[in-house]
Structure formats: C-alpha cells, structure tokens
C-alpha cells in the first residue's frame, strides 16, 4: 500500500529509484523492498523523508483507496495520534520507549484477564 503509493508518485515526479535515493540519503535497495511491500513498516523518519523529496503531503503516502472506509479513518487517527506525539514533544528516537510502555501495558492487561 504505502510502497505503492510511493513507486506511483516517484514515477509521475520523474525520478527513478536511484535518484530518489541520492535524494533521501536512503539506500537504494531499502527504497526497492519498501516500494515492493517487502518493508511493510517504514519508519516514520523514512517515510517523512520521501515524503519532504517527492514534495507531497505525508497523508498522501500514507492514504489507502477510499473504498476501505474504515481503514481510512484508522489511518486517519494514527496521523492525529503522531501530530500529537509530535506535538508533546517526543522525537522520534524516543518512540521505543512508548514500545515497551505499551508492551507493558499489555503484559498487565493479560495478567489482569
């Protein structure tokens, strides 16, 4: 989904794989496996990157075809919650910190149930 998103708007900007690596500073073979959806899961410090070189809006990599609905709308929330992240103040680096919370969290939920 996002891998394609990514290859079609590379593709209409005119820039091939190699380009819009010099571009990014990522390499070329981490660009190929993300476009081919073998890298489902991109950061997003990569994906922000992409987005700032190919000069879109980063919902617009990140969007899902409108017939999902849905999911669309859970994609939505998972922008608004990263604004917000954003917002509080926490970077990026710190985001595995928020992974072990959560893991905690459930780990505690489980035990709990």
């Given at each position: ?14 820039y091939?794989?190699?380009e819009?690596?010099e571009?990014?500073g ?6 190929s496996?993300?476009?081919r959806?073998?890298k ?7 994906i ?9 809006d ?6 899902i075809t409108e ?11 998972w ?10 103040g ?5 985001i ?13 939920n489980?035990?709990?149930?």
């Amino acid at each position: 989904m996002i891998g394609q998103n990514i290859s079609s708007i590379r593709k209409q900007r005119g820039y091939t794989l190699s380009e819009l690596s010099e571009r990014t500073g990522i390499s070329k073979s981490y660009l190929s496996n993300i476009e081919r959806n073998l890298k489902q899961n991109p950061s997003i410090h990569v994906i922000e990157k992409i987005a700032e070189v190919l000069n879109v809006d980063l919902k617009l990599l990140l969007k899902i075809t409108e017939d999902t609905g849905t999911n669309h709308q859970l994609d939505q929330e998972w922008m608004d919650f990263i604004a917000d992240l954003k917002q509080s103040g926490i970077a990026k680096e710190r985001i595995h910190e928020l992974k072990i919370l959560i893991e905690f969290m459930k780990w505690h939920n489980d035990k709990v149930n």
